[in-house]
């Protein structure tokens, strides 16, 4: 049901742009207004008018679109930079699973309650979504496997290519010690590799969606290793502290990527973007590159 307060009315792309301008954005080109308008939309740019905003609605002095506009080409560079190094931590974590579930137990080892660390009705419910998952699959190996050992269990290696990188997370949090070898690599206590991967995935929701990340407080807050000196007196729900944890990971893990340069290359483009807003320290460069 519609709520009775709500009063806002369609505006076309002329009234959106006549009321920034009574809200004091300085706008010189119209028609540029209105071609960004029409093509991100007026609600998802209002999420990066706040910070030119000290009083509601009304922008700063001398405010202008192309800052606006500035700001939200850098959420995007950084939103694909950060997504792409989630894809390659995403992969690793699979090649992972997939190899020493094989190795230490069998190709249908994850199936057996006894190969994971859960209690009965979450293993019920890990392998119901398996399951699901699995079975709306329209891949051509999942096809010619079910057809010619006309079974709808797949083996880890076909599975883990086909479960999202929820359920996935999921799966490795479930798993016994000896079944994974990322926890010894990272050099992390369990509890924070879980809530790492737990954080990783918000953010791979919120990137795939096409999310802001600029300016963020995450709803899920990381777990800062205490003797990880990199972390320390960091902000634990901005995107900084996910980029580091990213870095600090494909460092022991050894697939960088070039994500460090990355992320170096994009702030020296746009060295007017505040780096407090997202979390940054001053020493951040040293933290992330050391």
Same mark, same amino acid.
């Given at each position: 049901m519609?709520s009775?307060n709500?009063?806002?009315e369609?505006?076309n792309y002329?009234k959106?742009?006549?009321?920034l301008?009574s809200?004091?954005?300085v706008?010189?080109?119209?028609?540029?207004v209105?071609?960004?308008?029409?093509?991100?939309?007026?609600y998802?740019?209002?999420?990066y008018?706040?910070?030119?905003?000290k009083?509601?609605?009304?922008?700063?002095?001398?405010?202008?679109f192309?800052e606006?506009?500035?700001?939200?080409?850098?959420?995007?560079a950084?939103?694909?930079?950060v997504?792409d190094?989630i894809?390659?931590l995403?992969i690793?974590i699979?090649a992972?699973i997939?190899?020493? #579930?094989? =190795?230490e137990?069998d &190709?249908?080892?994850?199936m057996?309650k006894?190969? @994971? /660390? !859960?209690g009965y009705?979450e293993?019920?419910?890990?392998?119901?979504?398996?399951?699901?998952?699995?079975?709306?699959?329209?891949e051509?190996?999942?096809?010619?496997?079910?057809?010619?050992?006309?079974?709808?269990?797949l083996p880890?290696?076909?599975m883990v290519e086909i479960i999202?990188f929820s359920?996935?997370?999921? #799966?490795? =949090?479930?798993?016994? &010690?000896e079944?994974?070898t990322?926890?010894?690599? @990272? /050099? !992390?206590?369990?509890k924070?590799?879980?809530?790492?991967l737990?954080v990783?995935?918000?953010?791979r929701?919120?990137?795939?969606?096409?999310?802001?990340v600029?300016?963020?407080?995450f709803?899920?807050k990381?777990?800062?290793p205490k003797k990880?000196?990199?972390?320390?007196?960091?902000?634990?729900?901005?995107?900084?502290?996910?980029?580091?944890?990213?870095?600090?990971?494909?460092?022991?893990?050894?697939?960088?990527d070039?994500?460090?340069?990355?992320?170096v290359s994009?702030?020296?483009?746009?060295?007017d973007i505040?780096?407090?807003?997202m979390?940054?320290s001053?020493?951040?460069?040293?933290?992330l590159?050391n």
């Amino acid at each position: 049901m519609i709520s009775q307060n709500f009063t806002k009315e369609h505006l076309n792309y002329d009234k959106q742009t006549a009321l920034l301008t009574s809200r004091g954005l300085v706008v010189t080109d119209t028609d540029l207004v209105r071609k960004k308008l029409e093509h991100i939309s007026y609600y998802r740019l209002s999420a990066y008018f706040l910070p030119f905003q000290k009083e509601k609605d009304i922008f700063n002095p001398d405010t202008r679109f192309e800052e606006i506009l500035r700001v939200y080409y850098f959420d995007k560079a950084l939103r694909k930079i950060v997504f792409d190094a989630i894809e390659t931590l995403e992969i690793n974590i699979r090649a992972n699973i997939a190899y020493n #579930l094989s =190795k230490e137990v069998d &190709p249908f080892g994850y199936m057996d309650k006894e190969n @994971l /660390n !859960i209690g009965y009705t979450e293993y019920i419910n890990l392998m119901q979504t398996i399951q699901r998952e699995t079975n709306r699959s329209r891949e051509a190996f999942v096809t010619h496997f079910k057809k010619q050992y006309n079974s709808d269990i797949l083996p880890v290696w076909m599975m883990v290519e086909i479960i999202s990188f929820s359920t996935l997370s999921k #799966l490795f =949090k479930a798993l016994k &010690p000896e079944h994974e070898t990322m926890t010894a690599k @990272l /050099n !992390i206590p369990p509890k924070v590799l879980k809530n790492w991967l737990h954080v990783i995935n918000h953010i791979r929701n919120i990137c795939a969606h096409h999310g802001r990340v600029w300016n963020k407080q995450f709803a899920i807050k990381a777990l800062l290793p205490k003797k990880v000196t990199a972390f320390q007196g960091l902000k634990n729900d901005k995107i900084f502290v996910v980029i580091l944890m990213l870095s600090y990971m494909f460092d022991q893990l050894e697939t960088a990527d070039g994500f460090k340069s990355k992320i170096v290359s994009l702030l020296e483009e746009y060295p007017d973007i505040s780096l407090q807003s997202m979390g940054f320290s001053e020493d951040w460069k040293e933290r992330l590159c050391n």
